[in-house]
Structures are given as structure tokens and as C-alpha cells.
């Protein structure tokens, strides 16, 4: 099986393909708001380093957010399309659980990104890297005290510091272990495969 | 003889293949077959190629050195072009470093085109030039997938030729925008990115085409609302990547003025105004698919001032086709100035607006009622006048065959009709294109496209989508 890996929800824009034991190419790009110019470039070069063709890919793996608004949906697109056209198995990847998944050996991991106005996208997940707290976009006290509630040890993972007692950890994505998660998942039809913002627009807000 | 490789002449191909790629590994999966030339019980030459979803690549062709200049090249691509058209293959791609002046000027021989650089291909750095050639039965016709998002409607569309339209999806999200009171950007992107893929679909069931019929891929990458355009760049991206088709950017305007090739042929030098919610250009066309704009707004377009002055008069959104309407009922009674009236082609409609703003408070404050009619009457009259004055002293002073309006505006029933008046009386040609084709659509992408494929304006992936970017290219 070989799968194709997408993220561009950050400002570090992450491509990889993947067999079933290894990352045969991958590519990643720091490149603030310019994810449109590099993406496709970037998939074509990893499909040329590996030889493979667009065809050969069984299951397309797409982080559709949290994270920019606008960077979601260009990762997202490419998914959607590829899948249509092509015929492919897609399946939806939350950052916050794929920057959980690239560390191990706690018992509690929260993933913080800031979204601004002292809120976070965040999201709270066991050792088994299943949500205790849905991600969902929070106010920073709030989210501190469901931390407080935690016994165990914990692990904060993002870009905004939101704890007096804990350092967060600067967001990483082990794209192998991410892909070892979701492969076997069942996948969504491509139609189905929605951005995840979080949060209404400010216009909806203000209706 | 041309044949099939058979084991025993990997190593063969392998001394021959490091003539062209000093690394060259003997390469083999699903899609790829080799032919090899054999004379006197030695290869002397092969072909690699593969044929993926009825699309034919050629990898590499390569001749030992005493061999070369008698025809074995020739032969294997001939028997190989013979098998993909056999296997029902539209068009052939290849890649050939951008240095490779004498391997260019063989496949030119057969027919190949370039459309595109892959930058930095090879593993020297330097760049691939993508050549296509097409061999399907629909060859001699050029279908054009093209994609608009620039605002708040999403549309895809396939076009013949540059003047038929083989299918169009509009997908119009201002029911969503109209408890706004104009388009909000995130939603409108948010909505883009729901309906691309249903759009693709249904497309493609409507008019029984499939991808391997498409020549290339047009996509409008501004001017408008960037996330937005990233979302039909994106696809359009993504789609010419995957199907190995050329990418064609078309700016929004030109796909505006195109709009009237659906409904006529173009006579040069022709005289295009431009008029929508976003613009308000005067451009002269001296030949196909060259712009130089001679005019513009120095402040609000003309769509813009309409929705303006709807908005305070509580008329609604869009303004511009309840205004029209009202027009149509009311008589021209107030008082309002003429917009810039000077000696250049460019206009200014932000003093009107106000004017008419100011009218309204001023009315309101002393408690009498406005006369909405009449109001809209006025207001548009004043607005078509100018219009109408400084595009027919173009005509004249530019001595221009044919007048084309063009852009939402154009869907204007007072501008259309003084329009054609003064044209008619002037003797010059005026197009117009059906109402369907004015507003934000993208079968006018599609006709654009099919010209500046002619034109062999196609580009990379590395295409971006941009709020403002000019089209001259006539200066």
C-alpha cells in the first residue's frame, strides 16, 4: 500500500509519500502564505524522486485543520480533487491529534495553537491518542482548568504559551507515526472531507 | 526488427540507455513497456514508454552512436505512436532537457508541442520542457476545462474551440450573501471549496466528456478575492498535474471581454468596456489576445456605486438590477452631478455616490419621502450618460470596428440600449453577450483559454492567484 500525506494548515508545509514501512519521499517548506505557490511544485517532486505515478497511491492522508483558514483549504483542495479524480480512498487528519501523535510516552497530551483574542484551537487526548477533550476552539483559562482536572503526566504541545506551570513544547509532526495511526482507519468519500475551522466566520458571528 | 525487450536484453539497454543518462537504470512497472531495434542479433536502440488512463508518455529513446541519423529513432516512435493511438490515447507527453536542442527538434518533427518548463527535472538542475502531442479523434478540436472563482460564484465549464460551450455549472452562493449585504471573503472561500469537487462531477456527466478529452486547463488567477481564486487555482493545479494537461492563467477581465466570443467573431481594432462590481475598464484590442487599457476607474467601479446607493436606500443586494428596474419606471427629476467629465477615457463614480448619499440624508432629515423611482432614475441616467459619452469619443478617436461590453454590468438594460442607439447611429458594430455570459461565469474563461493556448501562454505549477494584477500586454 503507498500513501500520499498532506499538510498545509501550518506555516511549515508538509508532503510525503509512504509504503507501508517507510517514507519514500517527503518534502517540507517554510513558506508563511505562500503554501499555493509550493504545494503542487512539491508533490511533483516527490513523485518524481520516488517514481511512482498518481495512480500508484492507494489512500491519500489530509490534514484539514485546525490552523489557517486559507492554508486548510489548499491542502484540502488538492485532496478533494485527487480523490475524485482519480478514484482514491481519502481520509481527514485533525493537526492537533497529528502534533499529538508525534510524541509518545505520556499519559495526557494538550495541543494548543493559537487562534488569537487569548483563545486556542486545542484539543486534550489520552495515551491512546483518543480525544478527552474534543477539538474545539477556547478560551486559555477555560482550558486550564480542564488541564488542572488531569492526574498524570501531561505534555503541552503547541505555539502559544498558556500554562504558568508547564512549558509548552514546540508543535513537531512525525509523519510516519501519523500514517502508521490513520492507514487502517476507514476512509471518507471526498465529498464528505470537510476544512475543520473551528469557528464561524466574524460576519456569522455578528448576525 | 522492432520488438518487445526480452530479459536477456536488460544489459544491452542499459549500455545504451547511459548514452543519454550516464546513471540509466533498465526501469520497469505496470504502465511501462520497452520496444527495442535489433539488428545482426545486437539492440541497437529501444523505446521506453507508458500509457497510464489512456494517456501516452514517452520515457526515453536512445540510439548507440553508429547507429544514429538512420531512421531507427524515427521507427520506434512511429510504432509507438501507432500503439497509443490503438490503445485509444488522446495525446502524448514527454520531457526533454530544456538544452536538448537537437532531441527538441525531432519530436517538433513529429508534431509535438511545448507546453510547459518542469523546473530543475533532471538531477543536474537543470529544467524539462514538456512537449504534448495529440492523437485522439478529437484532435483537430481544442476543449478547454475552465475554472472561475474569482468572487462568490463558483463555475466550471468545458469549451470547444474557444466558442462552444460544451457545458457550464455556475453554482451562485448570493442567497448566502445577501444577509450580509454584500460578499463576506471567508464565506465565500468556505463555500468554494464545498462545491469544486460536486461541480467536477456533475460536469463531467452532463456533457460525457472525460479528462483525457481535454486539450488543457484555464483557470482564472485574478484579479478578485484570493482565498477564493486559491480554490479554483488549486484544482485547476492539481487536475493538470495529475492528467499531465497544460495550465492556462487567464486574468478575470479577459475572460470578461471573451465572453462576447461566444456570440461573434472579433474585428480589430475592437473597443471592449468593461463594467462590474470590481471594474470599470476601457481596453483596446488591436489583434487577438492583445490589451492595452486606455481607461479605468479612479475610484469606485460602476457595480460598486450601484450597491452603494441600493444599500441606502434599503433596495436590497445586488443593487445594480433592482436599480435598472426602477429606472425603468421612474423619470429622471432630481438634481445630480454629471461624474468626471474631462478628456480622458477614465471616470470617477465615488462623487455621484456621495451626492446621491448626501440627497438622502439631507431628504430624510427634513422628513420628506424620496421617490425611489425617480431617485434611481436619475442616478442612472447620469451614470449611463457618462458611460455612454466618454466609450463612443474612444470609438471614434480610436476608429475601432466593433464596440464589446462586457462584465455584470453589461447585463444593464439602460446601458445596453444607449449603447446600441449610439451605435447604431455611429454605424459601428456592438456586441453584447447574453445575460447568462455577463456575470461572473466560467465559459468565458473557457473561450479566453482556447486563445492564449493558441498563444502558448501556459505556465507551471508554480501559479498563484492574485487580488490585483494589470492585463495589459499591448503597450
Known amino acids: 500500500m503507498n500513501y500520499f500525506f498532506i499538510d498545509t494548515t501550518n506555516e511549515i508545509l508538509s508532503l510525503a509519500i509512504a509504503n507501508d514501512n517507510h517514507i519514500l519521499a517527503s518534502n517540507s517548506y517554510y513558506a508563511v502564505g505562500e503554501h499555493s505557490r509550493y504545494a503542487m511544485i512539491g508533490i511533483e517532486e516527490i513523485f518524481n524522486k520516488t517514481k511512482l505515478n498518481p495512480q500508484d ?37 485533525s493537526s492537533l491529534h497529528a502534533y499529538a501523535l508525534s510524541f509518545s510516552n505520556y ?21 491512546n491518542y483518543n480525544n478527552v477533550l474534543d477539538d474545539c476552539y477556547i478560551n486559555i483559562n477555560e482550558l486550564n482548568k480542564k488541564i488542572d482536572q488531569l492526574d498524570g503526566s501531561i505534555i503541552i504541545i503547541g505555539n502559544i504559551k498558556i500554562n504558568e506551570k508547564y512549558k509548552t513544547v514546540p508543535v513537531k509532526l512525525d509523519i510516519k507515526a501519523v500514517i502508521n495511526y490513520y492507514k487502517n482507519k476507514s476512509s471518507n468519500n471526498y465529498e464528505q472531507l470537510k476544512p475543520k475551522y473551528l469557528k464561524k466566520t466574524e460576519a456569522e458571528e455578528k448576525l | 526488427m522492432i520488438r518487445y525487450y526480452r530479459e536477456k536484453d536488460i544489459s544491452e539497454i542499459e549500455l545504451i540507455g547511459k548514452l543519454i543518462k550516464p546513471q540509466y537504470t533498465f526501469f520497469i512497472n505496470n504502465y511501462t513497456k520497452y520496444l527495442v531495434y535489433e539488428l545482426h542479433d545486437h539492440i541497437v536502440g529501444f523505446i521506453s514508454y507508458s500509457i497510464i488512463q489512456e494517456q501516452g508518455e514517452i520515457i526515453d529513446i536512445a540510439v548507440k552512436k553508429e547507429y544514429q541519423n538512420q531512421m531507427i529513432g524515427t521507427q520506434l516512435l512511429e510504432v509507438v505512436i501507432r500503439n497509443m493511438k490503438t490503445s485509444g490515447c488522446n495525446n502524448i ?30 538531477p543536474d538542475g537543470k529544467d524539462a520542457l514538456l512537449m504534448i502531442k495529440n492523437i485522439g479523434d478529437k484532435m483537430n478540436n481544442i476543449y478547454i476545462l475552465a475554472i472561475e472563482t ?36 471567508e464565506i465565500a472561500s468556505r463555500n468554494h471549496i464545498e462545491s469544486i469537487t460536486f461541480i467536477l462531477n456533475e460536469l463531467f456527466n452532463q456533457t460525457h466528456l472525460k479528462m483525457k478529452d481535454i486539450t488543457a486547463i484555464a483557470v482564472t488567477y485574478g484579479p478578485g478575492l484570493i482565498g477564493s481564486l486559491l480554490i479554483g487555482v488549486q484544482t485547476a493545479k492539481t487536475l493538470s498535474f495529475l492528467y499531465q494537461k497544460p495550465l492556462i492563467p487567464i486574468h478575470h477581465i479577459i475572460g470578461h471581454i471573451y465572453a462576447n466570443r461566444l456570440v461573434s467573431e472579433f474585428k480589430f481594432p475592437l473597443l471592449a468596456l468593461v463594467v462590474s462590481g470590481g471594474h470599470n475598464d476601457l481596453i483596446l484590442m488591436k489583434k487577438e489576445y492583445c490589451f492595452k487599457k486606455i481607461g479605468g476607474t479612479l475610484d469606485d467601479a460602476v457595480g460598486e456605486a450601484y450597491d452603494k446607493v441600493a444599500r441606502v436606500l434599503d433596495l436590497g443586494y445586488p443593487g445594480g438590477p433592482i436599480i435598472d428596474q426602477l429606472a425603468k419606471e421612474g423619470n429622471p427629476t432630481y438634481n445630480l452631478p ?74 444593464n438594460q439602460g446601458l445596453r440600449q444607449a449603447l446600441k442607439d449610439n451605435c447604431d447611429k455611429e454605424g459601428i458594430i456592438l456586441i453584447i453577450p447574453p445575460i447568462k455570459y455577463c456575470t461572473d461565469n466560467a465559459t468565458m474563461i473557457g473561450a479566453a483559454g482556447y486563445y492564449a493556448y493558441r498563444k502558448k501562454i501556459i505556465t507551471d505549477l508554480s501559479l498563484n492567484a492574485y487580488a490585483t494584477i494589470p492585463y495589459d500586454n499591448d503597450n
Not at chain 1, 492507494?58 to 475524485?84: C, E, M
Not at chain 2, 527538441?104 to 527535472?121: C, D, H, L, M, P
Not at chain 2, 463555475?155 to 460544451?166: A, L, P, Q, T
Not at chain 2, 431628504?363 to 455612454?388: H, M, P, W, Y
Open chain 1, 57 to 93: 497511491i492507494d489512500k491519500l492522508i489530509v490534514v484539514n485543520g485546525p490552523g489557517s483558514w486559507t492554508g486548510i483549504r489548499i491542502g484540502v483542495t488538492i485532496g478533494k480533487v485527487y480523490a475524485w479524480a482519480l478514484n482514491k480512498e481519502i481520509i481527514s487528519v
Open chain 2, 93 to 122: 507527453t514527454l520531457e526533454v532537457k530544456i538544452n536538448n536542442y537537437q532531441g527538441i527538434s525531432f519530436y517538433e518533427k513529429f508534431g509535438f508541442i511545448q507546453v510547459a518548463t518542469r523546473k530543475k527535472y533532471y
Open chain 1, 107 to 127: 499519559d495526557y497530551y494538550i495541543v494548543a495553537i493559537n487562534a488569537r483574542r487569548n483563545h486556542v484551537y486545542a484539543g486534550i487526548y489520552d495515551k
Open chain 2, 150 to 185: 474569482s468572487c462568490d460564484e463558483t463555475s466550471i465549464s468545458i469549451v470547444k474551440n474557444g466558442n462552444e460551450d460544451m457545458g457550464t455549472i455556475i453554482l451562485s452562493q448570493i442567497d448566502i450573501h445577501k444577509q450580509f449585504g454584500g460578499v463576506v471573503p
Open chain 2, 338 to 411: 454629471l461624474p468626471l467629465d474631462d478628456d480622458s477615457y477614465n471616470f470617477s463614480f465615488s462623487g455621484l455616490k456621495s451626492a446621491v448619499i448626501n440627497l438622502i440624508h439631507n431628504e430624510r432629515q427634513r422628513g420628506s419621502e424620496i421617490n425611489k423611482k425617480d431617485l434611481a432614475c436619475t442616478f442612472q441616467t447620469q451614470v449611463v450618460n457618462i458611460l455612454v459619452k466618454k466609450t463612443m469619443r474612444a470609438v471614434k478617436e480610436l476608429k475601432v470596428k466593433q464596440l464589446l461590453l462586457a462584465g455584470g454590468v453589461a447585463a
